[in-house]
């Protein structure tokens, strides 16, 4: 992959860079214990980047998470901007031929998503015969008018999985010029393959965060237990759930595991436990992701999410440089990192 040939803001490029590495790194150190449950790792803390466990990785190497937050980015890009079809599509890929896997191969998927990506592959075949398209053109519909004749809304009601946050960074990544846009596609980019209200919400909260991250906010404002009230505009009016606006106050800011906080895969233990790290970090990147892997359970995601944030916030140049050093994909992660601050800034204009 080449990069573009301009000149990109140094400090947005680092914290770009951060938010999608410190994803990448989140997952890669819970992936090793992930599904473990949380007396384990009391008895077996994660203090470092490790090989095999849970998937037989080596050390440094992503899931599920960062693949598909890789898959949004690439459309992102690709598309010049925001297309629910294509994400779609790339997520297809994934699933089917281990595009943007770490291991060539999807090896990990979660059960709202995999419900999720046959239910659009069944769209596609009955779209094909009702407009006698052929079924190897469809990954490539470009058509306008043809597009939004097709639901990309392939979830049922209800399915309120973590799957849609773990992948949100690139999308308030791309968008951060412009919040209110940003934080409407954050919440349909989580709706597409996960119909609860609260993932939609959840998504928006969360990318209204990196949002702010991206334009500077000190760690105080992020974590403003007004954030919401007083960015309201962001968020076109439209009311978050109340679960999501609990956490947007702050019930997140409690004692760890012993006062309620967990790493499972539902979307509202989720945010809170990503947000639960980032508060309780004492300003370390490292400390914040051991802290969200070892609450056990779903840690390579919990982690993920709390990456996403974190790194935006404290940018690439802070995360653990050992951790760096094993880093799968690196490089490229650089050059995408480079494209989306290009695009996105075209995109705007």
Request: proline fraction near 3%; charged fraction near 20%; charge should be neutral.
């Amino acid at each position: 992959m080449n990069v573009p040939d301009v000149s990109i803001n140094r400090e947005i490029l680092n914290r770009i860079r951060g938010s999608m590495t410190g994803m990448a790194l989140g997952d890669a150190l819970g992936a090793h214990v992930e599904f473990r449950p949380h007396q384990f790792l009391v008895n077996n803390p994660v203090k470092d980047l490790e090989s095999g466990g849970t998937w037989g990785l080596t050390k440094g190497q992503f899931t599920d998470d960062t693949s598909m937050a890789l898959c949004l980015a690439n459309s992102l890009v690709a598309c010049h901007g925001f297309n629910t079809y294509d994400q779609l599509v790339r997520y297809k890929w994934w699933h089917k031929f281990g595009y943007m896997s770490a291991t060539g191969h999807c090896f990990d998927i979660g059960a709202a998503t995999s419900n999720s990506l046959r239910e659009f592959e069944r769209r596609q075949n009955i779209f094909a015969k009702k407009f006698s398209i052929p079924l190897t053109n469809m990954d490539r519909l470009s058509d306008s008018e043809l597009l939004q004749q097709f639901n990309v809304y392939c979830s049922e009601e209800g399915v309120a999985g973590n799957g849609a946050l773990m992948r949100l960074a690139p999308v308030p990544l791309f968008f951060y010029r412009d919040p209110p846009v940003a934080v409407e596609y954050s919440g349909v980019s989580g709706h597409i393959t996960h119909g609860d209200i609260k993932v939609y919400d959840a998504c928006r909260y969360y990318g209204a965060l990196i949002v702010a991250a991206l334009q500077g906010y000190e760690k105080e404002q992020l974590l403003d237990d007004n954030f919401y009230q007083k960015h309201k505009e962001w968020f076109s009016k439209k009311k978050l759930h109340p679960d999501i606006e609990s956490i947007s106050k702050g019930s997140y800011k409690k004692n760890g595991y012993d006062a309620g906080i967990r790493g499972k895969g539902y979307i509202v233990n989720a945010l809170e436990a990503a947000l639960w790290a980032f508060w309780s970090d004492g300003n370390s990147f490292e400390t914040g992701a051991l802290a969200a892997v070892n609450l056990g359970d779903d840690t390579d995601t919990t982690a993920a999410i709390y990456g996403q944030l974190a790194g935006a916030h404290y940018g690439y140049q802070k995360l653990p440089k050992r951790w760096l050093q094993h880093a799968y994909a690196k490089k490229f992660m650089h050059k995408l990192s480079k494209w989306i601050a290009f695009e996105g800034d075209r995109c705007r204009k």
